[in-house]
């Protein structure tokens, strides 16, 4: 399970250290694509695998379902870690999510979000709020 939150940053030829508690989960491969809000998702390739199966479930005569389906697998990239524990991010990837220096690495259960610091501090301060509101509304489970 990949949980808790790194600063980590991305250099010029668009490298990432990733976090070496997410490597050990992650293996040698895994996939990078667009996930929802401006960042990245980073999966296992066995988890990917059970994402590629429910999506091949959507109904193709539906358009949010192409659309979605369009989205997150034309963004989507096996990429390897080397030597260092760097992962090359490709360009639009790295466009998609304004990622310019500093990032913020989430873990987030079954999947990693990759965001650009700034857009992680301005989502965070404009939800911290209503993390209760959505608690409330989102589940009947009981922490």
Same mark, same amino acid.
Request: proline content about 4%; overall charge positive.
């Given at each position: 399970? %990949?949980?808790?939150?790194? !600063?980590?940053s991305v250099d010029?030829?668009?490298? +990432?250290i990733v976090p070496a508690k997410f490597r050990e989960l992650l293996g040698e491969n895994f996939v990078i694509t667009r996930g929802l809000d401006h960042c990245l998702f980073g999966y296992t390739i066995e988890?990917?695998?059970?994402?590629? *199966?429910? +999506?091949? *479930? +959507? /109904? @193709?005569?539906?358009?949010? &379902?192409? &659309?979605?389906t369009r989205f997150f697998f034309s963004g989507a990239t096996e990429v390897e +870690?080397?030597? !260092?524990?760097? @992962?090359?991010? /490709?360009t639009t990837l790295i466009s998609y999510a304004k990622l310019e220096k500093e990032c913020i690495i989430l873990g987030v259960s079954n999947r990693f979000e990759i965001w650009a610091k700034d857009s992680?501090?301005?989502? %965070?301060?404009?939800?911290?709020?209503?993390f209760n509101e959505i608690a409330e509304n989102l589940t009947d489970f009981d922490f």
């Open positions: 399970m %990949f949980m808790g939150e790194y !600063q980590h010029a030829k668009g490298r +990432l988890e990917w695998k059970k994402i590629e *199966e429910k +999506l091949k *479930e +959507l /109904p @193709v005569t539906k358009k949010d &379902a192409r &659309a979605f +870690l080397d030597k !260092q524990g760097r @992962v090359n991010i /490709p992680w501090e301005s989502y %965070f301060a404009a939800s911290e709020n209503s």
